[in-house]
């Protein structure tokens, strides 16, 4: 079975600087990896498929980068409405545990 | 518009039974497959079950193992989660998702609760 480790578990950043979140995993997934977005009460949102493409409506300012067992998702200049829950998903169906991205 | 729109939560007493239904609308559902994914109260995503787009295949995880059955009817483009057994530690908010290879569209969510 895949684990897949993300960190921080928290990251406290304000508007307009510049996050990057890790997800780790305990075997190569290739490039099959996924990262959501999920705010409270909602629904998680794809952001990223396949390591680095962005999903349909993302904004350029996240994005997507490694292969393997080591990815990061990194987000520009963050946006108020940015803060929220980042989680990583392997095509296996295995979550990571999530990044609570909050402002500092 | 696609919409995947899940329903049939509530609450049950351990060692009941609940099914879950996720209407699904906007696309050629026969042609995809489709997962249930929970989330606990305050806790992460975690993957339930997969079903292949004819049901041919379908994985569980073993959390849940020989207590749910995921199953689908194409021709009501609807996707179904028999719970049986149920436990406390199975309360979460269910999702149905859409798989790509990654899950790209997400129902709303039903709250199951599972308490005497």
């Known amino acids: 079975e895949i684990v897949l480790t993300q960190s921080p578990a928290t990251l406290s950043l304000s508007p307009g600087e510049r996050a990057t979140l890790s997800c780790r995993a305990s075997?190569?997934?290739?490039?099959?990896l996924a990262w959501y977005q999920q705010k409270p009460g909602q629904a998680p949102r794809l952001l990223i498929y396949?390591?680095?493409n962005r999903a349909t409506g993302i904004p350029a300012r996240f994005s997507g980068s490694g292969s393997g067992t080591d990815f990061t998702l990194t987000i520009s200049s963050l946006e108020p409405e940015d803060f929220a829950v980042y989680y990583c998903?392997?095509?296996?169906?295995?979550f990571g545990q999530g990044t609570r991205l909050e402002i500092k | 518009e696609v919409q995947l729109v899940e329903s049939g939560g509530g609450l049950v007493q351990p060692g009941g039974s609940l099914r879950l239904s996720c209407a699904a609308s906007?696309?050629?559902?026969?042609?995809?497959?489709m997962n249930w994914v929970r989330q606990a109260p305050g806790k992460g995503l975690e993957w339930v079950s997969y079903?292949?787009?004819?049901?041919?295949?379908?994985y569980y995880a073993d959390s849940v193992k020989g207590r749910f059955t995921i199953s689908r009817d194409n021709a009501k483009n609807s996707l179904y989660l028999q719970m049986n057994s149920l436990r406390a530690e199975d309360t979460a908010v269910y999702y149905c998702?859409?798989?790509?290879?990654?899950?790209?569209?997400w129902g709303k969510g039903t709250t199951v609760t599972v308490s005497s």
């Open positions: 998702a859409r798989e790509l290879g990654y899950m790209d569209v």
């Open positions: 906007g696309f050629t559902f026969s042609s995809y497959e």
């Open positions: 079903i292949s787009s004819s049901g041919s295949t379908i």
């Open positions: 075997q190569s997934v290739s490039s099959y």
């Open positions: 396949d390591a680095s």
């Open positions: 998903q392997s095509s296996s169906g295995t």
